[in-house]
C-alpha cells in the first residue's frame, strides 16, 4: 500500500462529509426546474436589439428635426432681411 | 447498474436519485482533490449531477456510465478552475478572498493535510489525472476523459505520481 492510500481515504471521507444532508434531493429538485432554451434566449436578445435599435432611431429623427427646424429659422430670417435690402431704392 | 442507468435515462426519479446516493461521496472526494477547496465541493458535486441528470438522455453506452461520469466531473471542475483564474483578472482582490487557506488541523488528519498540500503544488490536470486514476479509470478511459494518447496519459501519470510523492510528506515522514 502506498504511504498516500490512507490520505486518500481521509480526503474522500472528508469530501463527502462536506455534503449537506438532503443533497440528493436537492439535485433532483434543481434539475427539474425549467433551463432557458436556445431559442428563448435569442428571443430575448433579438427584442433587446430591436428595443435599442428603435431608441437610437427615435433620438436621431429628433435631433435632425430640431436641426432642420433651426436652420430653416434661420433661413427665413435671412430672406426677410434679404427682401428688407431689395425693398431699398 | 445497467438497469438503473436504463431507467434513469427514461426519467424514472427514483433510479436518478439512487444514482446520485451511489456516486455522490465519490465525486465529492474527486471534486475535493482537484480543487482542494472545501467550499466548492457541493457546488460543484451538485453541478455535476444536475448536467448528469440532463444529459444522461444522450449517453448512447449505458457500460461506460461511470467513466462518463467522471469525465463530466472532471471537465467541470477544470472550468470551474479556468472561471476563477479569468475572475482574478478583473476582480483585484477575489484572488486574496479565494486562496484563504483552511488551517491546518480544520480540514482532518495531518496525512489529509499533507496529500492536500502536495495536491496543491500539482497542476490541475495533473490532480485531475491522478484523481481518475485514484477512481480506478483505466489509461484508455482517461485519455478519451482528457483528449490525449494512452502513451501521453501514461508518461503525464508517471510524472505526476512521481511529483505528487515528492511533495507529499506524511506524518511518519516528519
Redesign the interface.
Known amino acids: 500500500m502506498k504511504p498516500e492510500s490512507h490520505a486518500w481515504l481521509a480526503l474522500n471521507h472528508r469530501a463527502a462529509s462536506l455534503l449537506r444532508a438532503g443533497f440528493a434531493d436537492r439535485v433532483l429538485r434543481a434539475a427539474r426546474e425549467a433551463v432557458p432554451t436556445f431559442a428563448s434566449q435569442f428571443a430575448l436578445s433579438a427584442a433587446t436589439a430591436a428595443v435599442c435599435l428603435a431608441v437610437v432611431c427615435f433620438v436621431h429623427n429628433r435631433r435632425v428635426a430640431n436641426e432642420t427646424a433651426r436652420n430653416l429659422a434661420a433661413w427665413q430670417e435671412f430672406a426677410a432681411e434679404a427682401q428688407q435690402f431689395g425693398q431699398f431704392p | 447498474m445497467g438497469q438503473l442507468v436504463r431507467r434513469a435515462q427514461k426519467g424514472d ?1 427514483a433510479a ?2 439512487t444514482l ?2 451511489n456516486y ?3 465525486i ?6 482537484i480543487t482542494g477547496r ?1 467550499d466548492a ?2 457546488d460543484l ?2 453541478q455535476v ?2 448536467k448528469m ?2 444529459a444522461l438522455g444522450r449517453l448512447q453506452e449505458v457500460s461506460q456510465f461511470e467513466a462518463w461520469l467522471f469525465r463530466l466531473a472532471r471537465n467541470t471542475c477544470i472550468d470551474h478552475l479556468r472561471r476563477q483564474k479569468l475572475r482574478r483578472i478583473f476582480t483585484p482582490f477575489a484572488a486574496e478572498h479565494e486562496n484563504i487557506p483552511e488551517p491546518p488541523g480544520a ?3 495531518e ?2 493535510d ?3 498540500h ?1 495536491l496543491q503544488q500539482l497542476p490541475a490536470k495533473d490532480r485531475a489525472l491522478l484523481a481518475l486514476a ?1 477512481e480506478g479509470r483505466s489509461q484508455v478511459e482517461m485519455a478519451e476523459a482528457t483528449g490525449t494518447t494512452v502513451m501521453a496519459v501514461k508518461a503525464r501519470l508517471h510524472r505526476a505520481r512521481e511529483k ?2 515528492q511533495f ?1 510528506q ?1 506524518p ?2 516528519t
Open positions: 426519479e436518478q436519485r446520485v446516493v455522490q461521496r465519490r465529492a472526494g474527486f471534486i475535493y482533490a472545501g465541493v457541493e458535486a451538485q449531477f444536475i441528470i440532463r480540514v482532518g488528519s496525512e489529509l499533507a496529500l492536500r502536495a485514484q505528487l510523492r507529499y506524511g511518519h515522514e
